[in-house]
């Protein structure tokens, strides 16, 4: 048995059940505990997959500053069990699920048929890939992409962060009290 | 001896489903956020495995991308949820209906 | 004979309407000077009408036509053009003469007639414009600048008639006559189209060259000289007053008198006359004036019937004068066209001349009208009854008088061909006389019945007025000796035979049983009047049905007001706009307008504001877009 | 460039505006008057660089054209140009709007910039219409022309301005979808180009490109039964609302079908020709059928307008060059007289604040120079000779029945509506102008010399056209003859016979005529 068939193995199931259970659980702490552990494990299947970079951004940005911040506002609402009963009723959640399936169903064709007939997918390709992959892609590389081809979108995404700074501070400040 | 892409891909599409399903059955508006990052994180996944498959760094500069865009969104819709707290009492999405016609 | 002339003689009327027109307010205060310049106008008219007319008496050949007359291109297009341009000739000077000259007379008539009106400034304005305008109708040299002067003169028309325009009755009159007279002008209009594709012109003298060699051209179906000359014929109905558009003639009395005299009796509503004439040779080529000579004499006999039982002195005019528009259109349309133009002229001046004394009659009454409220005014009003005999025995063709000559070159000439036309117009005769003269023995002869705080007030009309009276009377008297001894060798026929074109034939025979039958029917018609009226009133109550039918016009006013008239106003408020356009078209609008909005509702429905609906629907969309696109496309 | 400037002056009062309104009403006020009335002088330099003897657009005079690349990507190009048909209507609008702005002087309490900026904006807007030659940019300027108008309805109307308002936009944006339409179809059969002066032969569909357009511009005519919208927006415009909006506006209708319909689809309209010209026919009846009986001064003369434009259509569809040009000198004449009407009517609205005929009566007595203009323009709606009206109804009735391509009955029964149009007019002017006056009217003061400075201009242009309409009619002939060249391609009605004129040297043209089939045979029998 391939040893990295074996660690996608475990690691895909470990994500599939966090997936899982984030849905699953009545509490959003527990949802929240759940999302971390599928964050990290497809943090190692980043890095079965050679893209190391990735990794540790999906651990530091994921799992570490975003699911702080759901920790923290979930704790600041103080928010307790909520009710089962979903927003739509039992016979609509049956329809959301068999949706879910279908939808499953559907990826998993494109995944394992409909891929291999395009460009993408083809032989060719791969070849073309396996060419490629004397130089491997290393954060050096990524770096070199980002600082030069990928410049622009690379300030875009810094003025993103700094118009949702922005945003945030404008959507909690409390309003001015009228003075009495 | 590498996996083949199609692993990936299906791996991908079991959670992107899986939050799909989350969004459509939990009333919570924080676990909905919740299972939009799982959605991204699927598709991250996708373009990770096709970045080796084709032996591009591109698909991995994009994840970066996707994870700052993630960052500054649940920064505004964590805010959000908060101030509608503030003002209504409750996160659940079915309560919040303001924009029934 | 020069442009120039003609441009003087056209243009001076219209610098009088713009001084009086555009100075009025400060002419306002002045009536000597206003109704100067305006009698002036047409004076300065008056000479070179004369000039014109002695020039082509003394060289036949001196006429202005053609390239001669041209002045400026007004429109043109593709293939159509047409030129501002002048066609004088001896029918031309011949309408000169009694444009300018009747004007003259009436302007300075109206200078005492109008004195003390409020309005003095703007009547100069109307009539130097309407001289004007009739000017440019009789020297057009072309269709369309016929049709100028025809409508130029139904404006001045309506704004004459509606002058006093704070009496309802004057301003429906006004609209009357124009409204009736664009009925004749849709006639008209489709009349020159029919010419222009025939003659892809519509100038006389290319038209009436090529008239003989086109005369067989299909147009419309029919054949094309039919159609222009009975579509013309129908402007000419209108502006003339003929059956069954007379009905605006009567009505229009409501002008001031002078008014009455110049244009509904003198001039304008003999322009088609005129254009009948001017088309000779058009009228001949087809055939259709003995279609122009029944309508004629039927509206004569008509219009005399119904002047039987008027009480009105200015409407018995009018009927007359429609009557006699009648005789001129049977002279023109039995082909005697140069009898047709003499009665034109004869009745230019007689005509006039009545309607001058009627307002002279109105004038000493305080404008009275009713003839039954007068009575023995001979001894008040010597000059006015005196000028009144003379017209009214014109008109009754007492011998050697004008109306004599004329009417009775015209009903010799129909004696011919057209007996019958004959027969109705010796009748209509013995009515003319008849009722004629009953006017004039229920007015000045007999008792006073003149109510007695104006009885006190009758005085003679000043000399301003009366001695265009007399000046008047003169040619309404004679002026048919004149041109008309020698009947159809006179030298007015060959005069006026050079124009039209057409010689019209003498009649066999000799013309003097003719005219001792005439005398003999209008003598007998004063002498019936003479019986019947000489010392009594009108009865004011109409004894039997026909009577009653008579008095009252044959209700043509009336039938024309509920078949017409009023269907129409009904039709268009209910029916067209209530129903149609309020109710259905915009219906259909609003309609489209209430059904997106029901539409809307329903989709609203749907908006839960529960964000998962949406997510829910969104999700059903892309598993049945993925699931096409996958499984079933290809 | 000059006509640039002419397009663009406007724009620019309007910044000026923007940026100045502090400075008060007055200069509010100059500024918009002095920009108009600036643009109205150059654009007379249109008139004066204008080559009649060129039937295209004048393509050689680099004042008078200007071709710039726009959005290379897409075939768009800043392309602007007038021949001898758009110039007339260019410079209506000129002439129109500083009119406009001298009359409504004291009559906008609220919002005055802002009114004197939709003004002037509107101005570009419908001169920019006129000058297009790029089918992306004629639509720009179509739509844009809009919202200047939306607002001077919704914001300055009347008090159902809102409907009128709704109404009048959904009305033409419907109208405008399908022509947006027709405009893609015919940019990509045009190999992916919006110029309009590439676009030539047979189009696929012509028909229904036809109909995307026609029903476009027959709703801005408007044509019966597309025409309710005009009578309440009318009603419920400012008086310069309804000016501008008879005066040019609906003339956007008529020139699109003069410019897109007839030259691009000919044998599409000769297809469609006999309903176009049977509604055309019911609209000038109805019209006037239904103006005669409304009681709203207003509303009477918005359906005037419904029969005027009538003739217009009627003359258009004619495939007659005496017709087309009758149609187009008739546009120009519409606008004097239907704008004088409308200002006429807003200046007594402004003393007696009613509309209502049965308000009135006897002001002949109380103000007479209102009256003697009152009286010239509507003689000249009615078309009497001598002036405006008839030159241009007399060209197109007369061709439509010589030369037209459908049975002379719609002509008869279009002249009809010369008589109808004397009854209606008249006797609103008896009801409004004679009678005895009513004593809430005797206060009323006869018109100012401001009111008088508005209606002269105009009147001196209705006697012109009437006097002298070869000034206008001359400079439009060739790009005339070149529509209706377009137009008979497909041959339909052979060539009329020659003119007869003393003025001509002697054209030596066979002559034919539609029903002298007769005088053909024999011609053929002789040879």
């Known amino acids: 048995m391939n040893p990295e068939l074996i660690v996608f193995i475990i690691f895909g199931a470990v994500s599939i059940i966090g997936a899982i259970a984030v849905i699953s659980f009545r509490h959003p702490i527990y949802s929240a505990l759940s999302l971390i552990v599928t964050f990290f494990s497809q943090a190692g299947l980043f890095v079965l997959l050679g893209a190391h970079f990735v990794a540790a951004v999906q651990v530091i940005v994921y799992a570490g500053a975003i699911m702080v911040l759901f920790l923290f506002v979930i704790m600041l609402l103080n928010l307790g069990t909520l009710s089962a009963k979903g927003a739509l009723t039992g016979k609509l959640k049956g329809v959301a699920i068999i949706l879910g399936i279908l939808l499953a169903v559907e990826g998993v064709y494109i995944a394992v048929r409909a891929l291999n007939k395009t460009e993408v997918g083809s032989a060719e390709a791969a070849d073309a890939a396996a060419a490629l992959k004397d130089s491997p892609i290393d954060t050096y590389r990524i770096g070199e992409l980002l600082f030069s081809d990928y410049l622009l979108p690379f300030e875009v995404t810094s003025l993103i962060l700094l118009a949702a700074l922005i945003g945030v501070i404008v959507l909690v400040k409390r309003d001015k009290q009228p003075e009495n | 001896m590498s996996l083949p892409l199609e692993y990936y891909l299906v791996l991908s599409a079991l959670l992107f489903t899986i939050g799909v399903i989350g969004v459509l059955i939990r009333r919570n508006a924080i676990i909905i956020f919740m299972c939009i990052e799982l959605m991204l994180n699927a598709a991250n996944l996708a373009f990770v495995a096709f970045s080796r498959h084709l032996g591009q760094a591109e698909g991995q500069l994009f994840v970066f991308f996707v994870m700052a865009v993630a960052a500054a969104e649940v920064a505004i819709g964590l805010a959000i949820i908060v101030s509608v707290f503030k003002h209504r009492e409750t996160i659940n999405v079915d309560e919040v209906n303001s924009l029934k016609g | 004979m020069s442009l120039g002339l003609i441009i003087v003689l056209l243009i001076s009327p219209l610098v009088g309407f713009l001084i009086n027109g555009l100075f009025g307010k400060w002419l306002k205060g002045n009536e000597k000077l206003s109704g100067t310049i305006g009698a002036l106008a047409v004076f300065i008219s008056l000479i070179c009408s004369i000039i014109a007319f002695v020039a082509i008496n003394i060289d036949p050949a001196a006429t202005l036509e053609g390239e001669d007359g041209f002045v400026y291109r007004w429109i043109s297009g593709g293939k159509f053009s047409v030129d501002i341009g002048f066609h004088v000739d001896a029918l031309t000077t011949v309408m000169l003469l009694v444009i300018t000259g009747v004007g003259f007379l009436i302007h300075v008539y109206s200078i005492g007639y109008m004195h003390g009106d409020e309005g003095y400034t703007r009547y100069f304005a109307y009539l130097n414009l309407f001289v004007f305008a009739m000017l440019i109708l009789v020297l057009g040299n072309n269709y369309l600048m016929m049709f100028v002067g025809w409508e130029g003169v139904g404006l001045c028309s309506y704004l004459l008639i509606g002058f006093w325009y704070e009496k309802q009755s004057a301003t429906d009159a006004g609209k009357k006559a124009f409204i009736v007279n664009r009925i004749g002008d849709f006639g008209f209009l489709l009349g020159m189209f029919t010419l222009f594709a025939v003659f892809n012109s519509l100038d006389f003298t290319s038209i009436f060259s090529e008239a003989e060699a086109k005369s067989d051209v299909v147009v419309f179906g029919v054949n094309g000289l ?16 003929q059956l069954p558009l007379y009905v605006w003639l009567p009505d229009a009395m409501e002008g001031p008198t002078p008014v009455s005299a110049l244009i509904h009796a003198a001039t304008m509503v003999t322009a088609g006359v005129y254009m009948i004439a001017r088309s000779a040779v058009l009228y001949n080529l087809a055939g259709t004036g003995t279609v122009v000579a029944w309508i004629g004499v039927l509206t004569a006999l008509f219009a005399a019937i119904i002047a039987l ?64 409220k007068m009575g023995g005014l001979r001894n008040k009003l010597p000059i006015t009854h005196a000028t009144f005999l003379v017209g009214a025995l014109a008109i009754a063709g007492a011998p050697f008088l004008s109306g004599f000559w004329s009417k009775d070159e015209i009903l010799h000439s129909a004696w011919g061909n057209y007996k019958i036309i004959y027969i109705i117009g010796l009748a209509t005769a013995f009515l003319t006389a008849f009722y004629m003269f009953r006017l004039i023995f229920v007015t000045f002869y007999g008792k006073s019945r003149v109510e007695p705080e104006v009885a006190s007030h009758i005085h003679e009309s000043p000399a301003v007025m009366w001695l265009p009276l007399v000046i008047l009377a003169v040619p309404a008297a004679l002026i048919g000796l004149l041109l008309g001894i020698g009947g159809h060798h006179s030298w007015f026929h060959h005069f006026t035979e050079n124009v039209t074109g057409f010689k019209g034939e003498a009649p066999e025979g000799s013309a003097i049983p003719f005219m001792i039958i005439s005398s003999i029917v209008g003598i007998l018609g004063i002498a019936y009047a003479w019986t019947r009226y000489k010392e009594r009133a009108p009865s004011d109550e109409p004894v039997n049905a026909l009577q009653k039918l008579v008095a009252n016009k044959f209700y043509v006013d009336e039938i024309y007001n509920t078949f017409i008239v009023q269907p129409i106003k009904n039709a268009s408020h209910f029916l067209l706009w209530k129903l149609f356009d309020v109710g259905i078209i915009d219906g259909i609008v609003n309609g489209a307008a209430a059904l997106i909005r029901v539409i809307g509702g329903l989709f609203r429905r749907l908006q839960t504001g529960v964000v998962q609906a949406y997510i829910l629907s969104m999700v059903i969309g892309i598993v049945l877009f993925l699931a096409y696109y996958l499984f079933f496309a290809n | 460039m000059l006509l640039s400037l002419v397009i663009f002056l406007p724009l620019l009062g309007v910044i000026a505006i923007a940026l100045l309104r502090g400075m008060g009403p007055s200069v509010v006020k100059g500024i918009a008057f002095v920009i108009s009335l600036l643009t109205f002088v150059v654009s007379i330099g249109l008139y004066a660089g204008f080559d009649a003897s060129i039937e295209d657009f004048q393509t050689d005079n680099e004042l008078l054209y200007q071709k710039k690349a726009w959005i290379t990507g897409l075939g768009i190009s800043y392309h602007i140009g007038i021949d001898g048909i758009s110039l007339w209507l260019i410079l209506l609008t000129t002439f129109l709007t500083p009119v406009c702005i001298l009359a409504t002087w004291n009559s906008v309490e609220k919002g005055l910039s802002g009114f004197m900026m939709s003004l002037l904006a509107l101005e570009t807007g419908m001169l920019g219409v006129f000058c297009s030659l790029d089918l992306f940019l004629f639509f720009v300027f179509w739509e844009s022309m809009l919202i200047p108008m939306y607002f001077l309805i919704g914001i300055w109307g009347g008090e159902r301005r809102i409907y009128a308002t709704i109404k009048f936009v959904l009305y033409t944006m419907a109208g405008s979808a399908l022509m947006l339409v027709g405009i893609l179809a015919l940019y990509f059969q045009n190999g992916n180009s919006f110029d309009y002066t590439t676009l030539s032969g047979q189009f696929d569909h012509d028909s229904l490109l036809f109909l995307a357009f026609f029903i ?47 030259p691009l689809f000919p044998e599409a309209a000769k297809l469609h020709t006999p309903w176009i010209v049977t509604l055309a026919v019911i609209g000038i009846i109805y019209g006037a059928l239904v103006a005669m009986v409304q009681p709203d001064l207003k509303k009477l003369v918005a359906y005037s307008s419904v029969s005027h434009l009538g003739f217009v259509v009627l003359g258009l569809f004619s495939q007659n060059h005496d017709a087309i040009q009758g149609s187009v000198l008739q546009m120009v004449n519409h606008g004097l007289s239907t704008g004088a009407l409308f200002l006429l009517v807003g200046m007594i609205y402004e003393r007696r604040h009613s509309r209502m005929i049965v308000d009135f009566g006897g002001l002949a007595k109380r103000m007479p120079i209102f009256a003697a203009i009152f009286l010239i323009v509507t003689l000249s709606s009615i078309g009497l000779p001598g002036l405006n009206g008839f030159v241009g109804e007399f060209m197109i009735l007369l061709g439509s029945f010589v030369g037209g391509a459908f049975s002379k009955w719609y002509v008869v029964f279009a002249t009809t509506g010369v008589i109808l149009a004397a009854v209606y007019m008249l006797w609103m002017f008896q009801r409004v102008m004679f009678g005895k006056l009513d004593k809430t009217n005797e206060a009323l003061p006869d018109l100012n010399s401001r009111e008088i400075a508005v209606l002269v201009p105009i009147l001196v242009f209705i006697v012109w056209i009437g006097v002298f309409p070869n000034t206008f009619l001359k400079p439009m002939e060739t790009s005339v003859g070149k529509v209706v060249e377009k137009v008979q391609v497909v041959p339909n009605t052979p060539e009329l016979g020659h003119v007869i004129n003393h003025r001509d040297t002697k054209a030596s043209l066979p002559i034919r005529n539609i029903e002298n089939t007769k005088l053909i045979e024999e011609e053929a029998q002789t040879k």
Not at chain 3, 227 to 234: G, N, P, Q, Y
Not at chain 3, 343 to 363: D, N, R, Y
Request: with cysteine; aromatic share 12%.
């Open chain 3, 309 to 372: 039982k008027q009480n009105d002195i200015k409407r018995i005019l009018a009927y007359s004068t429609v009557s006699q528009l009648g005789y001129m259109f049977v002279g023109v349309g039995i082909g005697a066209y140069a009898s047709g133009i003499f009665h034109l002229v004869t009745h230019a001046f007689f005509k006039g001349l009545m309607f001058l004394t009627a307002g002279s009659v109105m004038h000493a009454m305080a404008n009275e009208l009713d003839i039954r």
């Open chain 4, 216 to 262: 476009a511009f027959a709703i801005k005519v408007p044509l019966f039964p597309f025409h309710t919208w005009l009578p309440d927006a009318h009603v419920e415009a400012p008086t310069v609302g309804s000016v501008i909006l008879a005066g040019v506006l609906l003339k956007m209708g008529t020139y699109g079908i003069i410019r897109f319909c007839l």
């Open chain 3, 226 to 241: 039919v159609l222009a000359t009975m579509l013309l014929f129908v402007g000419a109905i209108g502006k003339s007053a």
